[in-house]
């Protein structure tokens, strides 16, 4: 959209400093110089994280005895934000893309019997769930956070523990992973599933003002916005929905006053063919869905119930079994994005 446009052409944080205040955009030497110190800073960071690590090894635990500090303690390291090193053209890290929002996240428990490094996971995770898991590792009850200033109470924590995916990288305690970016008044709500970044911008108003799709499977460089590709309309649509109904965005005014994205005509499954193949059989063909898994349901009346013919179908053309035929079906988006 227009609006990411715009901040990845806001390089204010870098042209702060001599010589990009009167010289843009750097050269190809002065690139290298850049990625250069950037790694630097990763290797001091490296180097120091290593000599904590080495401390807590040779540091008796006060409370256990017989054991050091590092059989004892967990250990979180995560950051804040990522950094675009020249990708789209930009430097620096205020935008709602990828490289600017992801950031590193290692747990590590001494408990664990795997040892450490054995368990790396792609499931989505915010770094507000750091404290209802290092709650649950520790067994110490999740609090709640006031209601008002004369409520203490009340009010859950936005954040999941994470602990379910400590214990099985295959599982996951979120559908998407969310943040939010403000620069001069746009507004960037940027959900990351497994496979999409989903973008919303909205404006003052309440108003989704612009919206980008990115398929990191076909496009794992994120060079191209498909969210207006048709084959992409029913991704779009479940996606902004799933957003709103994270816990992560409850709270979120703006997010909230602003209706989901592709809804009514322009949340039309494109290009769904339904067809009789025969003893009871259909042909349901959704070729260019971009993706998305799906369900059948089927009744005989409209009158309900709806019940299922087929669950889970992938995005390719199938013939599919019924239990009887059916006079009228309904198809609910699945969850495999």
């Not at 602990?163 to 507004?187: K, M, Q, W, Y």
Request: net charge negative; with cysteine; aromatic share 8%.
């Amino acid at each position: 959209s227009s609006y990411t446009a715009a901040t990845l052409d806001f390089h204010n944080e870098l042209r702060g400093y001599t010589p990009y205040d009167t010289s843009w955009p750097p050269t190809e030497a002065q690139a290298r110089e850049l990625v250069h110190g950037y790694y630097a800073c990763v290797s001091m960071i490296d180097t120091l994280v290593g000599e904590l690590l080495g401390k807590l090894a040779v540091t008796p635990d006060p409370v256990q005895a017989g054991k050091t500090m590092d059989q004892t303690t967990i250990v979180v390291f995560w950051g804040d934000h990522g950094f675009h090193l020249g990708d789209h053209g930009r430097w620096g890290k205020h935008t709602a893309m990828e490289q600017a929002t992801r950031c590193p996240l290692i747990i590590h428990d001494p408990r664990d019997p795997k040892g450490p490094g054995t368990n790396t996971t792609t499931s989505p995770a915010n770094t507000i769930d750091l404290f209802p898991t290092l709650c649950e590792m520790t067994g110490l009850p999740v609090p709640e956070q006031p209601l008002s200033a004369t409520v203490p109470g009340g009010r859950p924590l936005r954040g999941r523990s994470l602990v379910p995916v400590l214990e099985d990288p295959e599982a996951a305690v979120h559908h998407g992973a969310i943040s939010h970016f403000n620069n001069g008044g746009r507004h960037g709500y940027a959900y990351r599933t497994e496979r999409f970044r989903y973008i919303e911008w909205i404006g003052s108003g309440g108003v989704v003002d612009g919206v980008d799709l990115y398929d990191y499977e076909k496009n794992p460089m994120a060079t191209r916005s498909v969210a207006g590709d048709p084959a992409y309309a029913a991704i779009v649509h479940k996606l902004s929905r799933s957003m709103r109904a994270e816990t992560t965005t409850r709270g979120a005014g703006r997010l909230g006053l602003a209706d989901a994205a592709a809804t009514g005509a322009t949340a039309s499954l494109p290009d769904l063919a339904l067809s009789e193949a025969g003893a009871g059989d259909i042909v349901l063909a959704w070729p260019s869905c971009g993706g998305v898994s799906y369900d059948i349901l089927g009744d005989d009346d409209l009158a309900g119930p709806w019940l299922p013919d087929a669950r889970n179908v992938p995005s390719s053309p199938a013939t599919l079994s019924v239990v009887a035929p059916r006079r009228f079906f309904q198809i609910r988006f699945g969850s495999n994005v």
